[in-house]
């Protein structure tokens, strides 16, 4: 199983309509990353969350990080077509200092 | 500020060849990441490295894969021998001395005939 849980693994909305991705690890989380990629292309650095209860927004999204459940979210408001792409999180964990243990994905398409 | 930066961007080797990937930190950054992803697998971690130290190599292979980041010059990530297996994006990232946030360069996509 893994150690980082996303969820949807794709999800699929009309532009203009909210969305929320979830992202729920198996051991305790010492800084929560997120980040976008585009199909074919580098990935392209979110937020960062490191105390529970912290909450960041950057434009139309928001992170944040449940520290009690071990998890963190992703909320867009309003989605375009160029919120399209894959969403990861990533995460520390446990004393891997820099090493960044990463969920599965989540594909996001927005129909205009 | 020039973000990370990765040559080739595409490289096709045949199998048994050798294949050497670079990365360039951002400047000012002296942490580099080396991270493979593989179609059905996401993205996971290979080596951590400061100027001239291996920090961490834990996810990387034991054989025939090694990586450095000398004092000058970008970090190197060698592969040797290569199989059909190792067919794969390489993305390089890099971070400042203290901040733990990780910035990714576009990636190097290795193809193995």
Redesign the interface.
């Known amino acids: 199983s893994q150690e980082l849980e996303q969820s949807p693994q794709s999800l699929i909305v009309q532009e203009g309509k909210n969305l929320t991705i979830n992202c729920t690890s198996s051991k305790t989380l010492y800084?929560l990353?997120w980040?976008k990629q585009k199909y074919?292309?580098?990935?392209?650095?979110l937020m960062?969350l490191q105390k529970g209860g912290e909450e960041k927004s950057h434009e139309k999204i928001t992170a944040k990080l449940d520290e009690k459940k071990q998890q963190s979210s992703l909320h867009i408001t309003a989605s375009q077509p160029s919120h399209a792409g894959i969403y990861?999180c990533?995460a520390?964990m446990g004393t891997?200092?820099?090493?960044?243990?990463?969920?599965?994905?989540t594909i996001l398409t927005v129909h205009p | 500020n020039a973000g990370v930066m990765q040559n080739p961007r595409h490289l096709v080797r045949r199998r048994g060849q050798e294949a050497r990937l670079r990365c360039s930190p951002m400047k000012g950054h002296s942490h580099v990441y080396w991270y493979r992803q593989l179609p059905e697998e996401g993205l996971k971690f290979m080596v951590y490295l400061q100027k001239e130290n291996i920090i961490d190599e834990s996810g990387m292979p034991k054989e025939r894969f090694s990586a450095e980041f000398p004092k000058e010059g970008p970090s190197i990530l060698r592969i040797q021998q290569v199989v059909r297996g190792d067919s794969a994006a390489y993305f390089c990232a890099s971070s400042p001395p203290i901040l733990n946030t990780q910035y990714f360069g576009p990636g190097t996509r290795l193809t193995v005939l």
């Open positions: 800084g990353y980040y074919g292309e580098g990935l392209i650095f960062m990861l990533g520390l891997s200092y820099g090493k960044l243990t990463f969920g599965q994905g």
